[in-house]
């Protein structure tokens, strides 16, 4: 059964998907690096491979999707995480680093090991 959508369409709907993953994702990076809690896109677009625009676009389908909350500072529209929000993005920064956080082969976490066996590293190492 074919999509009711014709091609660009779904290049649209995917990149609004991409859009929102990495705004979300950018908020829980941003807020993990002490940088704040409150998001809006002129504090977003430095991370980011779009224009304010996208990103505004991006919170607002955020925001109605429950992952966000809407807040007024001064004349500027932003965005704080939902308790849901903060999980989801934790989640998506996870999936995405998750390569990068292991231990290299052979390097081992604090206490994983006894002197030369280094069974217990997790790397699958036979060291």
Do not use: P
């Not at 290049?11 to 705004?23: A, F, G, H, K, S």
């Not at 109605?64 to 308790?83: D, H, M, P, W």
């Not at 989640?91 to 002197?115: I, M, P, Y």
């Amino acid at each position: 059964m074919g999509s009711s959508l014709n091609r660009n369409q779904q290049t649209n709907e995917l990149d609004r998907l991409v859009n929102r993953e990495e705004v979300l994702e950018i908020c829980y990076w941003y807020q993990g690096e002490g940088f704040g809690d409150v998001y809006n896109s002129l504090s977003m677009n430095t991370f980011l491979k779009c224009d304010n625009d996208a990103i505004d676009d991006a919170f607002l389908e955020l925001s109605e999707q429950g992952f966000l909350e809407a807040i007024e500072l001064g004349s500027t529209l932003s965005y704080k995480f939902t308790a849901t929000g903060k999980k989801e993005g934790g989640r998506l920064f996870n999936a995405s680093f998750a390569d990068l956080q292991k231990s290299s082969h052979g390097e081992c976490a604090a206490g994983c090991c006894d002197g030369d066996d280094h069974s217990a590293c997790g790397d699958g190492c036979s060291l």
